[in-house]
């Protein structure tokens, strides 16, 4: 059973490029979750998403960046004209469609995007 | 704004020693705590969680939690430099999925 997927693990982007980061949940979780990591700082919420929809997204900065979750296909976070201070490890994680707020997130190894 | 505080370490201990890896939380009211193991480089893995006072034990591993106190402690009895990674202290944050992360604390077991 493979475990969340994510790609790629590193990414580099020029300033002012688009960044796609993408998220397979584990086999059977329909709940995706995406954190950031910036460079010596704690994990920090960014979105929450079911299929199709965004269910908390109070983490994430207001402009640039955007989730999705389609019916088909990973999950995706998206930044439009990335800036230096964007550089930082993108984990994903998934739970189960049982999962509570108790529940254990499993997460990817993450995406390491740098801008230059 | 919910924070939590950890020692960055690195904490260095012996192989065979008892680590103790501790943890502050600045809201009261919260009820659920977990901590995470990170290699480097590598995705967060739970190790324990803990919801009420008092221990709770897991083979090696033993989380302490004391809410009067808003303190949560890990200990790893008989360390392995195996256990060397980062150990994220982590809050739930109040809405699914929402945790509060620690920056960790860097453990070395020398052997």
């Known amino acids: 059973n493979a475990g969340v997927m994510q790609n790629p693990r590193h990414l580099v982007r020029r300033r002012g490029q688009e960044a796609r980061l993408r998220c397979s949940p584990m086999k059977g979780h329909s709940h995706v979750y995406w954190y950031r990591q910036l460079p010596e700082e704690g994990l920090k919420f960014m979105v929450y998403l079911q299929k199709e929809n965004i269910i908390d997204e109070s983490g994430m900065p207001k402009e640039r960046f955007s989730a999705e979750f389609p019916k088909e296909g990973p999950s995706i976070l998206r930044i439009q004209q990335v800036v230096r201070g964007d550089s930082a490890a993108y984990f994903c994680?998934?739970?189960?469609?049982?999962?509570?707020?108790?529940?254990?997130?499993?997460f990817g190894n993450g995406t390491r995007l740098t801008v230059t | 704004q919910k924070e939590v505080e950890q020692n960055s370490g690195p904490l260095s201990v012996p192989e065979g020693a008892i680590a103790s890896l501790n943890c502050t939380y600045s809201d009261r009211g919260s009820q659920s705590f977990f901590w995470y193991r990170q290699y480097s480089g590598k995705s967060p893995e739970l190790i324990m969680f803990?919801?009420?006072?008092g221990d709770k034990e897991d083979g090696r591993f033993t989380a302490q939690l004391n809410k009067a106190s808003q303190y949560v402690s890990l200990l790893i009895r008989d360390s392995q430099p195996s256990d060397s990674a980062t150990y994220l202290c982590v809050n739930y944050g109040g809405s699914q999925g929402n945790l509060i992360f620690g920056k960790g604390t860097k453990l070395s077991v020398k052997p």
């Open positions: 803990i919801y009420s006072n």
């Open positions: 994680a998934s739970s189960p469609p049982s999962a509570d707020s108790n529940s254990p997130l499993h």
